[in-house]
């Protein structure tokens, strides 16, 4: 299993719409698609923001690269990505992980 975290940078003053947008298409979207298990939207809360960051983790769970890579290369990503794009400040941060499974 793969975890992918994807960090984005919302326009402050569109964060309620972004909300929306993730509740409504961006995550129905992304769990549409072969291989995605999860999604999760995380804020950091922070002193220095006191918790109103406009900064986001958007986290997936996803049975393998392959489908990660299907999904990238798809024309849903194309579109979620076009549909996005008025909501978050350019450029985004991707970071993968593999999930290991405890030792027998």
């Not at 549409?32 to 298990?37: E, K, L, N, T, V």
């Not at 986001?56 to 990503?77: N, P």
């Amino acid at each position: 299993m793969l975890l992918r975290i994807l960090t984005m940078h919302v326009d402050p003053a569109k964060v309620e719409e972004w909300m929306r947008y993730t509740r409504d298409i961006g995550f129905p979207g992304m769990l549409a698609q072969p291989g995605c298990r999860q999604v999760w939207r995380l804020r950091a809360r922070n002193a220095a923001s006191g918790g109103a960051s406009a900064d986001f983790q958007v986290m997936t769970v996803w049975d393998g690269i392959a489908d990660l890579e299907r999904f990238r290369a798809s024309q849903a990503m194309k579109d979620l990505t076009a549909s996005a794009g008025p909501l978050f400040v350019a450029p985004t941060e991707e970071q993968l992980f593999d999930i290991l499974p405890d030792p027998a």
